[in-house]
């Protein structure tokens, strides 16, 4: 009896902690249970191609020039820098497990370790103790990154760099600061910047003048000494020119082959950073900030509620924190505002900042004793009740899909290229934009040829002269309404009549390979993996 009444009453004193571990119980099981899904549920363009750079990485080893097969040869069309595909690689390598769910694993793993920077930026501000555990309550189980934290994406890491930068650029605030927490700061802000500036970049650029702020704030508008101004320099302008040296690198990668030239940084520049009429079209906002983030993930009118609450009452400091951290949730959406609008995935970057800013509205309040002992825990469990709510009437739908060969077009096709074709060989497909997802399950490097590339035509007549130094020993066609007039009219198709029916809407040509036999314990329609003139 006697410890039973210990455990209650350690609960009653920790009930953060305890609720916090409750939900890190509650996302791991999602995150492992989950984990051998096929990474198609949401985004799967995007998953599939961090997948298979990682893939070819183990393939063929680590280059600078990384290779991700989908655009043709010389099949590097390197983005950011990889290092969450690298740590997968390795991981994945070392331990002997399926590349999917490492990755997925390592991503989530990203997302825990968030706890880490989040402890050092509570004590650095000086904040109530159980700010922190609050914090990763409501970020655990926060629909987004409930999901998106468990999928093969480089998101949790690059929110991982950010808040290790944010927790050492509070000490670059000191007067003089420690050289310690200087170069902590470049490496995370570097590591942060390669690996996905559009997460970072707008952190360093607020924490730069969040220092200059305090400087004037603090002195008036006297430089500081010479050995902060010296490091201060060093720490902002290391990763920044790190990261425009990376940019220059890839742009003249990209710009050696037809496909790459026209993914630079300059040929994007519009569709990474949107239109003005974006920043300020209603629908596009309010689906972006409402929909997607605060409705969701932040308690709706709760929240908000909170935050103006939060600033009538709080003292001058936390409302300055508080400041802070809603202009890093703000600031992403709009410097990014077309990426936001078109990925559901890039609001990782800043509603953790938002659930920052609403844990700390909570948590630093003071109120009278007995009323904040019942009310703050109360209002923190129907937060997280609610995230949990979203995210079964949102993304579980997501998490429980099941894939197979009878339901996935990419699953289909990859499990016949693979059991077809040669393994060092290369595909081209038609029809589906330059989605990577194919050319991940099939494990053959590919030219996955969108309709609006400039040299379509030219792919189209001559596909092998886009293979490189490998024989081409399939086209996929995916096609409209079920037409393939113009494929039958192909001098190859017509020369080897392999010609195979695999999904609906979509053939393979398969030369010299006589059938198909369909794979054991799949229920496929009929008519598929079947060739088309096998009737005729």
């Not at 703050?376 to 469990?381: N, T």
Request: hydrophobic share 50%; charged share 15%; glycine share 4%.
């Amino acid at each position: 009896m006697n410890f039973n009444s210990n455990k209650i009453e350690w609960v009653k004193k920790n009930w953060a902690l305890f609720l916090t571990i409750v939900i890190g119980i509650l996302a791991t099981y999602v995150a492992l249970q989950y984990a051998m899904q096929p990474l198609l549920e949401q985004h799967g363009f995007r998953q599939t191609q961090t997948a298979l750079t990682s893939y070819w990485m183990i393939e063929d080893g680590w280059k600078l020039a990384y290779e991700t097969p989908v655009g043709g040869y010389p099949w590097t069309i390197p983005f950011e820098f990889p290092i969450y595909q690298a740590v997968v690689a390795l991981a994945s390598s070392i331990f002997n497990t399926p590349l999917s769910a490492t990755g997925r694993i390592v991503s989530f793993i990203f997302l825990l370790a968030c706890s880490w920077p989040t402890y050092m930026i509570v004590q650095r501000l000086s904040l109530k103790k159980e700010t922190g555990w609050v914090f990763c309550s409501l970020l655990w189980s926060s629909p987004l990154y409930l999901f998106w934290g468990r999928t093969f994406m480089i998101e949790t890491t690059a929110v991982f760099f950010a808040l290790m930068s944010i927790a050492y650029a509070i000490d670059l605030l000191e007067k003089e600061p420690p050289l310690k927490s200087v170069i902590l700061f470049t490496v995370f802000a570097s590591l942060g910047m390669l690996q996905k500036v559009t997460t970072v970049a707008p952190v360093l650029l607020i924490m730069s003048f969040v220092i200059l702020f305090e400087h004037i704030n603090s002195v008036g508008f006297r430089f500081p000494s010479t050995r902060k101004l010296i490091l201060i320099m060093i720490a902002f302008l290391v990763p920044l020119l790190l990261a425009l040296l990376w940019t220059s690198y890839t742009d003249h990668i990209k710009s050696q082959s037809a496909f790459g030239s026209v993914l630079t940084s300059t040929a994007l520049s519009e569709w990474n950073f949107g239109t003005l009429e974006q920043r300020f079209d209603i629908r596009v906002l309010g689906s972006i900030f409402w929909k997607r983030i605060i409705a969701s993930n932040a308690g709706g009118v709760l929240g908000i509620a909170l935050l103006i609450y939060a600033f009538i009452l709080a003292e001058k400091r936390i409302k300055r924190v508080l400041l802070i951290s809603l202009v890093l949730f703000v600031l992403p959406v709009f410097l990014f505002i077309n990426l936001h609008r078109v990925h559901s995935y890039y609001q990782l970057s800043s509603t953790l900042f938002l659930i920052g800013a609403i844990t700390i509205a909570i948590t630093q309040i003071d109120m009278k004793n007995h009323m904040r002992k019942y009310i703050v825990p109360l209002v923190i469990i129907f937060l997280v009740s609610h995230n949990i709510y979203s995210y079964h009437t949102s993304y579980a739908k997501y998490t429980l899909q099941k894939f197979d060969l009878s339901n996935s077009r990419s699953l289909a096709v990859g499990n016949v290229i693979e059991r077809y074709t040669d393994k060092n060989s290369g595909i081209v497909i038609f029809g589906d934009s330059w989605n990577s997802e194919i050319a991940y399950y099939s494990k053959r490097k590919t030219f996955t040829v969108p309709d609006w590339f400039k040299s379509y035509d030219s792919v189209w007549k001559a596909p092998a002269k886009y293979m490189g130094d490998l024989d081409l020993s399939a086209i996929v066609f995916i096609v409209k309404d079920n037409d393939i007039t113009a494929i039958k009219k192909r001098p190859d198709v017509q020369k080897d009549s392999c010609l195979y029916k695999i999904y609906e809407n979509c053939y393979i040509w398969l030369p010299g390979v006589k059938a198909i036999l369909p794979v054991d314990g799949v229920k496929l329609k009929a008519d598929l993996f079947t060739n088309v003139y096998s009737n005729e």
